[in-house]
């Protein structure tokens, strides 16, 4: 089986930061890219930012600049540094593993207030 755990999410004053960790465990093969989804009331589930096992990176572009990804092979964990957090960053941030299948994460909320 396989697990993937987040960890990280929270309230937050805009302007402010939060660090999201994921880590994936269990009978996997190697785990190529890793990446953080997130998904607002009423929107689809969108891309926020994806590393590959060489650390190439993607953002969208509404983070761009403010989200910084990183990720630690040795731990099968990723990152999502998160800075001068806007309202509308609000949303479930999922975190996606990609390896032989691909697995997502349960879940965690951030709230960004005004």
């Known amino acids: 089986q396989v697990q993937v755990v987040e960890s990280g999410g929270g309230l937050v004053q805009a302007g402010g930061s939060l660090r999201l960790s994921c880590t994936a465990s269990?009978?996997?093969?190697?785990?190529?890219?890793m990446g953080w989804y997130r998904q607002a009331p009423g929107n689809q589930r969108e891309l926020v930012a994806a590393i590959t096992r060489g650390e190439r990176t993607n953002y969208a572009d509404s983070v761009k600049g403010r989200f910084t990804i990183s990720r630690d092979n040795a731990k099968n964990t990723v990152y999502l540094q998160m800075n001068s957090l806007k309202p509308e960053d609000t949303a479930v941030y999922y975190c996606?593993?990609?390896?032989?299948?691909?697995?997502w994460g349960q879940g965690t909320q951030v709230t960004v207030s005004s």
């Open positions: 996606n593993v990609q390896a032989a299948y691909t697995f």
């Open positions: 269990g009978s996997m093969f190697a785990i190529n890219a």
